[in-house]
């Protein structure tokens, strides 16, 4: 299981910037899609996993997939990763409910 962890945290390739300005503005980078939001939670898949953003007021100012870029302003609390693998799991199983 160490090993597989050395796997996933030696991304070479793989460049990721995130600015958080006066916990009001964040911008990131190595973005792949944004697969949930609203007021208070924002889920973004990236290129090193499931970054979730919660605050209160949240909107997205700028989304663009072609430069791999977004912008989320409002009272920003917490910036939370997660693995691209439970990101996976939990992904199908959410996709799952909302079309039973």
Known sequence: MIEERKNVNVNTNVVQNIILENREKLSVSGVNDVL??????????????????KGENIKINKLSLDTSEVI?????SSLNYSQKSQEKNSGSSILS???K
Do not use: H, N, P, R
């Open 72 to 76: 989320v302003e409002g009272e920003i």
């Open 97 to 99: 409910k909302i079309f």
């Open 36 to 53: 949930s939001f609203d007021d208070q939670v924002v889920m973004i898949d990236t290129e090193l996993g499931l970054l979730t953003v």
